[in-house]
């Protein structure tokens, strides 16, 4: 029993107390550096194609399997903590969307992997599980164990990459965080990032897919910064010489856009009228014109232009139809002619629409 | 380890372990500091400090114990009743009983602060919490308890299971609201290192029967300085590991707390 009286016994505890912490996680993930995302493989892989000549792609926010339930972030809502059973209902209508439009690589926004507000369910085995793509790509936005803010609790909410053919690399490249919050709000904000993968594609040695969900509520120029670094890492791979299908949700509308300003009907009924957070796009009217003249946009801009309505992604407005587009996808190749689809039906999976399109394999 | 071996573990060590001391001990006459024993706190004396409950001896054989601070917004009190010795073991039973409704409710709320979703409303809850304590002392410097306790919850309705506190030390101590009781279990060494120097090491173990996330352990280790027998001070860590609805996990929290001890009524 001598041993308890010992001070060496005492820091024994300590030191191995202190072996411990060093597995500890951190309460708040920050990202600093350039990391490999997570990869994740669907339960049952089905065998993909050989050689193809053409691939679908798609690209979603897909609202963390909220569907069009009336959140308190990002709509005039009071829910926060979702039941188990309204998640997979959501989930199960962006599965059967998603096996409806059959992509072959799909990049996807808001998917939460161990959020308290989402039942704590893995959306990504889930979506492989329930699709026919076999291989993800993970990388965190906002990993927090604990967020003490409106019972929100354990979040963590990424950017992803499914595809049909194994992702050789993955990686998470961070963006720089908004410069408009105080400190201790921006210690445990998101950590927006691009998700960079490199695919196995069967006769293309060096394909990407890349995705990024820029800044959506900063009234600075974080938003033009994560845009302009997206573009600087699709320039680089061009570069390369490699070959890239890129998106997201961009969180601004494109050049020449009639609407700028939804800041009257966005505004919910006890919210500043001078908060003009994600609803004011009216000083952001160049900011995606780079990637529009450098690369292949899935709608390229004069369409665009014609129809504006009909390419509409998004709305907060549960009671109305797609208010703006901002969702995109890019390429430095071809996507086949008016094969892109801005498929506005789903309504009910989300609040932002998905855009499909086929891209050319370069041969 | 299996959850069961810890429990096994801490009896067998207190069982089989021969006794080396009898009579009174050098750490309890110093003015002992009743936390975590079987032995009542002196009667006439108040110990508080900022985290340990405050604890008044009522008589030789009664303390009365309370959180002070929580109070405001989650009323409680504990009774530790003495009875006396049995063998080379001194043991006692501690009675308590928590509301903490106030309390949920006020971090039920929107914006910063908001640990719970407004959007849930916390019915009124009562817990009471009965625990025998098992205290051995082996020689001038070590005193060893066991403790086993069951609680039990009461409410006035329906408790939303995702209004739950997904956090340390939370999460194992409100999940009792969720499955009507749980069963808690332990083992505290304490004792003097040299000089002033002092330590506390517990372990507690928490278990939900019948529940999904029905297991956590906690292991403290505390460093205290005890300047005399009215005032002490102290740092350490707490090690935890549970399983929550997210699955389990380990963490490593910083402690330390200061009590301050009066002598009220000689």
New interface residues.
């Given amino acids: 029993?001598m041993v308890?009286?010992?001070?060496r016994f005492?820091l024994l505890?300590?030191m191995l107390?202190c072996i411990?912490?060093m597995?500890?996680?951190p309460w708040v993930e920050e990202f600093e550096e350039t990391e490999d995302a997570v990869l994740f493989t669907a339960a049952q892989t089905l065998a993909p194609p050989s050689s193809v000549n053409t691939l679908t792609v798609m690209d979603w926010n897909i609202r963390f399997g909220a569907g069009r339930i009336p959140w308190?972030g990002d709509s005039c809502g009071?829910?926060?903590?979702l039941?188990e059973e309204e998640v997979l209902t959501n989930l199960r209508l962006v599965a059967d969307k998603i096996n409806e439009i059959q992509p072959d690589i799909i990049l996807l926004n808001e998917v939460d992997i161990?959020s308290?507000r989402s039942?704590?369910i893995d959306q990504m085995q889930w979506l492989l599980d329930n699709t026919r793509l076999n291989y993800g790509a993970y990388a965190s936005v906002w990993q927090v164990q604990?967020i003490?803010?409106?019972?929100?609790?354990?979040m963590n909410m990424g950017n992803a990459i499914l595809s049909r053919w194994p992702i050789t690399e993955a990686i998470r490249i961070p963006l720089p965080p908004r410069g408009d919050q105080d400190e201790l709000t921006r210690y445990f904000y998101l950590r927006r990032n691009i998700l960079k993968v490199k695919i196995d594609l069967p006769n293309v040695p060096d394909f990407y897919a890349v995705t990024v969900h820029t800044s959506a509520f900063s009234r600075d120029d974080t938003r033009k910064k994560h845009i302009d670094l997206f573009k600087a890492e699709l320039d680089a791979l061009d570069e390369a010489g490699a070959w890239f299908v890129a998106g997201g949700d961009l969180n601004t509308v494109p050049p020449g856009a009639a609407r700028r300003y939804f800041c009257i009907e966005n505004l919910c009924p006890d919210e500043d009228p001078d908060d003009k957070e994600g609803c004011d796009f009216t000083k952001e009217e160049t900011w995606l014109e780079g990637l529009y003249e450098d690369y292949q946009s899935a709608v390229p801009i004069d369409n665009y232009l014609a129809a504006e309505e009909m390419y509409f992604t998004n709305t907060p407005d549960w009671g109305g139809f797609w208010q703006k587009k901002l969702d995109y996808l890019f390429t430095n190749n071809q996507w086949v002619a008016d094969s892109d689809s801005t498929h506005q039906e789903a309504i009910e999976c989300s609040d932002h629409a998905p855009v499909s399109v086929r891209w050319e394999v370069p041969q | 380890m299996k959850k069961t071996n810890f429990l096994t573990a801490g009896i067998l060590f207190l069982l089989i372990t021969p006794c080396t001391v009898t009579g009174q001990l050098p750490e309890i006459e110093d003015g002992i500091w009743s936390s975590g024993t079987a032995f009542p706190v002196q009667a006439g004396r108040l110990e508080f400090g900022i985290f340990m409950p405050a604890a008044y001896g009522l008589s030789e054989s009664l303390e009365l114990t309370t959180h002070l601070l929580p109070n405001i917004y989650m009323p409680n009190a504990g009774l530790k009743w003495s009875h006396g010795s049995v063998g080379p073991y001194q043991w006692a039973t501690r009675h308590s009983i928590y509301y903490p409704t106030p309390l949920l409710n006020l971090v039920a709320k929107e914006g910063i602060g908001g640990l719970i979703s407004p959007e849930f409303t916390i019915p009124d809850m009562l817990a009471v919490h009965n625990e025998m304590m098992l205290t051995r002392a082996w020689d001038p410097h070590l005193l060893t308890t066991l403790k086993l306790g069951v609680t039990v919850a009461f409410g006035s309705g329906d408790l939303d299971p995702r209004s739950t506190i997904d956090l340390p030390l939370v999460f194992p101590r409100l999940s009792v609201f969720y499955n009507t009781y749980s069963i808690r279990t332990g083992l505290n060494f304490q004792g003097r290192i040299f000089f002033r120097w002092h330590y506390h090491m517990a372990t507690d173990l928490f278990f939900l029967p019948g529940a999904e996330e029905g297991f956590a352990f906690e292991q403290t280790a505390f460093l205290l300085w005890r300047k005399n027998p009215r005032f002490q001070s102290g740092f350490g860590c707490k090690l935890t590991y549970a399983e929550y609805p997210f699955g389990t996990q380990w963490h490593l929290i910083p402690v330390f707390d200061t009590q301050w001890a009066l002598q009220i009524k000689k």
């Fill in positions: 029993m308890f009286k010992n001070y005492m505890v300590c107390l411990l912490c597995h500890c996680e308190f009071d829910r926060v903590i039941t161990e308290k039942a704590y604990f003490p803010s409106d019972g929100l609790g354990r």
